[in-house]
């Protein structure tokens, strides 16, 4: 655990947030229903919020922050988006739930197939763990074979052969390895260095006949924001391609985010199956995996690999996910997060400089992660080099933020987000508060 940091002034802001949270644990394991807020990263209490608008967050002692978490990345267009909260209001009308079938389901698959060309069939879930969880069952079941390769600081929700090594919360908590998951769920789950090709040909010259899939981030988000190498990625293709297994990438954060298409339009690599979550479902519970049409009509009941859901396609979720790509579609905010991305990595690399403070900035588009690196430290390239961040250096700054009204991730090891709400004076505010943060830790 991180030693706590935060100033008497944030102790002082925060009494409501302080007193909730010590409710909520005598009810709540931990205080929260995700370990990813639970602040651990960064030491001290987690802030609780009541309201949010565009690109601001209100907590419950009526603070405001720059929020730059976007709830873990589905808040691309901001809080509230009209769009979106018309179509909410409007399915509400109808109906919530029903259990059956809806157009509105096949509207939604239409948007997603249209917008990532390498998915020909999709199925909706509930959350990304679900999805990802359920890729995996289906390349099991659709090449008979038993091992996974995933990598180290990549993170694919909390099903079982994926809770191995995670990245994420996982890290974060030191906790790399779940009690629970049995030793037998792990042994079918190769875990590699991530960037390092050489280590992937020579899996699979080993256990090549073996393996159902290789799972990866194709832009790390869990590890903080980590490139492919072109390299690493054509390797992962020509010996997945080569082999029979699978090539499944997980763009449930990159997914819409970086481009329509996902990371995958960006990179220009085609995987065989895509695990998508977060934006899809517009700020509520809802994520899909898909891909070639050959593979998803294995899935029940087209197929035999089982996979099911009560609330999956839930009409909410489903106008929300919708009214969230039609916006995507019809004004594309890539050019707008391209700038603000840009201008914020400049901003952080100068306030940085100014202090003398060693830094690796990473960034794609709209997702970033400065590590506070040892001086002289190898550029962030893998789990390896991520986890040498001088974690206690990146507290004090995300604590001199909150200060100054900007809510960054509470660790390390995740990317912040820029919306499309965010405006030109906020990327120059949030400047201004790295520049005060690192000048005065
Ligand atoms: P969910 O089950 O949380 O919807 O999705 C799991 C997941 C799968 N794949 C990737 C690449 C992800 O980033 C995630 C979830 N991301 C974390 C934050 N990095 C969610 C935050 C949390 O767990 O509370």
């Not at 994420?168 to 390092?196: F, H, I, K, M």
């Not at 280590?199 to 590890?223: H, K, S, W, Y």
């Not at 499944?248 to 990371?263: C, I, K, Q, S």
């Not at 509470?410 to 000048?439: G, K, N, P």
Request: glycine share 12%.
């Amino acid at each position: 655990m991180i030693d706590p940091h935060p100033s008497s002034a944030h102790r002082d802001r925060r009494r409501r947030s302080t007193a909730a949270f010590a409710h909520a644990r005598t009810l709540i394991p931990g205080g929260v229903n995700s370990p990813a807020r639970a602040f651990g990263g960064v030491g001290g209490e987690p802030i609780f919020f009541r309201a949010a608008a565009g690109q601001w967050l209100t907590d419950i002692d009526g603070n405001r922050y720059l929020d730059y978490i976007g709830s873990w990345g589905p808040m691309i267009l901001g809080h509230r988006h009209p769009r979106v909260v018309a179509a909410i209001e409007a399915t509400l009308a109808t109906g919530t739930s029903y259990g059956a079938p809806t157009e509105a389901e096949t509207r939604l698959a239409e948007l997603i197939v249209a917008s990532v060309p390498s998915i020909e069939k999709v199925r909706l879930t509930s959350s990304g763990t679900e999805a990802a969880m359920s890729a995996v069952r289906l390349a099991r079941g659709f090449t008979g074979r038993d091992k996974i390769v995933k990598f180290a600081g990549n993170y694919h929700g909390h099903g079982d052969s994926l809770l191995v090594a995670a990245g994420s919360s996982a890290a974060t908590l030191g906790v790399p390895d779940s009690p629970g998951v049995t030793a037998g769920t792990a042994r079918d789950t190769l875990v590699l260095e991530y960037n390092e090709p050489a280590e992937l040909e020579d899996t699979f010259r080993r256990e090549g006949e073996r393996i159902a899939a290789v799972l990866l981030e194709p832009v790390v988000g869990n590890m903080g924001l980590v490139r492919p190498s072109h390299e690493f990625l054509a390797t992962a293709r020509r010996l997945t391609h080569e082999s029979g297994a699978l090539l499944v990438f997980d763009e449930v954060m990159t997914g819409f985010r970086l481009a329509l298409g996902g990371a995958q339009e960006v990179l220009g690599v085609t995987p065989d199956l895509t695990v998508l979550g977060k934006i899809v479902g517009g700020g509520l519970p809802l994520a899909a995996y898909g891909g070639r049409a050959d593979v998803m009509d294995h899935v029940l009941p087209a197929g035999r690999v089982f996979q099911a859901g009560t609330l999956s396609g839930n009409p909410l979720a489903v106008a929300a996910g919708t009214a969230t790509l039609e916006a995507l579609r019809d004004d594309p905010p890539y050019a707008r997060l391209e700038r603000h991305g840009a201008a914020l990595e400049a901003g952080f690399r100068a306030a940085a400089t100014a202090a003398g403070t060693p830094v690796w900035i990473a960034r794609v588009g709209s997702m970033m992660t400065m590590f506070f690196q040892p001086a002289g430290a190898a550029p962030v390239m893998g789990w390896r080099t991520a986890s040498q961040s001088d974690k206690a250096g990146y507290a004090r700054f995300f604590w001199g933020m909150i200060d100054r009204g900007v809510y960054l991730p509470c660790s390390q090891y995740e990317a912040l987000f820029i919306s499309a709400a965010h405006a030109d004076a906020d990327i120059d505010a949030t400047s201004v508060a790295a520049r005060e943060t690192l000048a005065g830790s």
